[in-house]
């Protein structure tokens, strides 16, 4: 073998070494969009906004992030993008009268709407009503994934908006008749 690698054994390794390195930087940015997108009081003081508090965040739960990454990058950032970037030209109108995917990172409309929201257009889609042609997951993602998803995109917004979020979420379950 005079020494050297097969070039099979060679392209095995780098692509195994390229893949750590892409699985560690997800994790890594996991983390940090943990760390950074919240203080420690967020978890255990009220969420004041408009004069009402509700109940503190939720703690994020990283294995709850890490899982909503995977899901969302092999079944939507085909049209959200790798970065939750959105589609070019996403709020301008198709020619069809359906509009391209919206951004879920801080960017975007996501963060202005409660979780149920998020959740039923994750999981029933936004079609021919909403004109977005987003399709439904319901029979492809589980209840747990969708929510894994939703909790993905909300760890890449803001400290701000995932407060305003979390105020109006709790606001409408406080109010709404059950």
């Known amino acids: 073998m005079n020494g050297r ?3 099979a054994i060679a392209l095995t ?17 996991i983390s ?12 255990i003081n009220p969420v004041p906004f408009k004069g009402v508090a509700v109940a503190p965040l939720p703690r994020p739960d990283a294995g709850r992030i890490e899982r909503g990454a995977r899901v969302y990058t092999a079944q939507c950032a085909k049209c959200h993008g790798a970065t939750l970037q959105g589609a ?8 069809d009268g359906s509009y391209p995917a919206a951004p879920l990172d801080a960017s975007g ?4 709407n409660r979780d149920t929201t998020i959740i039923d257009v ?14 439904a997951f319901r029979t492809t993602l589980s209840p747990a994934e969708v929510v894994d998803v939703m909790d993905y995109i909300k760890s890449r917004w803001s400290r701000d908006q995932r407060r305003k979020q979390w105020w109006q979420t709790q606001r409408d379950a406080e109010t709404s008749p059950e």
Not at 88 to 93: E, G, K, N
Not at 109 to 112: F, I, L, N, Q, T
Not at 122 to 135: E, F, L, Q, V
């Open 5 to 7: 690698i097969p070039l």
């Open 13 to 29: 390794l780098l692509a195994t070494l390229i893949c750590m390195v892409a699985l560690l930087s997800t994790a890594a940015s």
């Open 32 to 43: 940090e969009a943990i760390g950074s997108a919240n203080d420690e009081s967020d978890f």
């Open 88 to 95: 070019p030209q996403w709020p301008l109108r198709q020619p």
């Open 109 to 112: 409309p996501a963060w202005r």
């Open 122 to 135: 994750i999981t029933n889609g936004n079609g021919p009503a909403g004109a977005s042609g987003m399709p």
